[in-house]
């Protein structure tokens, strides 16, 4: 699985490329603006690409905005994509509204980016879980990193967000690397980002879960153990 970066905008053919020589269980996530045509829609599909990505936590320097999730969304849910977004939890809560109109599932980025030190107790907690009771959402268990005070290697309030959503709905999360890490002048230890997994999530059946049967059911994978 990989995201479109912002640093290519609209072009996919990095992306594109990139799919390609994953093979038939490629699959990624682009990003688009509401002038794309259906055409391009349609090549993105053939090349593996199963959503997109609103990365509008900050407005500043967003290539997409909250406005257009919505007249996007309507377009791709015949595709049978998603929208994932990467927003604070603050517009989050404004935006649930929005979020509960739309026709295709939701993608939560970095666990929602929950403030560590309100955790599951911010309103935005209950919004997410709220949508993924109603099978609409799903959270990735991604970016420890951006959602901690207290720092590696342990990142334990990002543990206690992390193990809140374990608990409330493990077949409503995925795992992500989140690699390269560019927001970081010194990137994380991925080895020890994924060994959290572990901590957050202790039993064997529910990280298979997370690892394996919920990204085949979101993103379409095929499961090796099918052939």
């Excluded at 409503?172 to 980002?193: F, M, N, Q, Y």
Aim: hydrophobic share 45%.
């Amino acid at each position: 699985m990989i995201v479109q970066t912002k640093i290519h905008g609209v072009d996919h053919a990095c992306l594109l490329d990139a799919l390609k020589q994953l093979g038939p269980n490629g699959r990624g996530i682009g990003v688009v603006t509401p002038e794309v045509d259906q055409a391009e829609l349609l090549r993105l599909d053939a090349g593996g690409v199963r959503g997109l990505r609103f990365s509008v936590w900050n407005p500043a320097d967003a290539f997409t905005t909250l406005d257009m999730v919505e007249p996007l969304a309507r377009r791709i849910a015949d595709l049978g994509w998603h929208v994932q977004i990467h927003a604070m939890a603050d517009q989050i809560v404004d935006a649930a509204p929005l979020l509960n109109r739309l026709p295709c599932p939701i993608v939560f980025d970095h666990m929602g980016r929950l403030p560590p030190a309100q955790g599951a107790d911010h309103p935005a907690f209950g919004v997410i879980c709220r949508l993924m009771d109603q099978r609409k959402a799903w959270v990735k268990l991604t970016g420890a990193y951006l959602n901690t005070t207290q720092g590696p290697p342990d990142y334990p309030d990002a543990t206690r967000i992390a193990r809140a959503f374990v608990a409330q709905a493990p077949d409503r999360l995925v795992w992500g690397s989140d690699w390269p890490h560019a927001t970081e002048a010194t990137p994380p230890d991925d080895a020890r980002l994924f060994d959290l997994l572990g901590v957050w999530a202790g039993d064997e059946a529910t990280r298979s879960r997370i690892l394996v049967d919920n990204p085949v059911r979101l993103y379409g994978f095929a499961r090796a153990d099918a052939a």
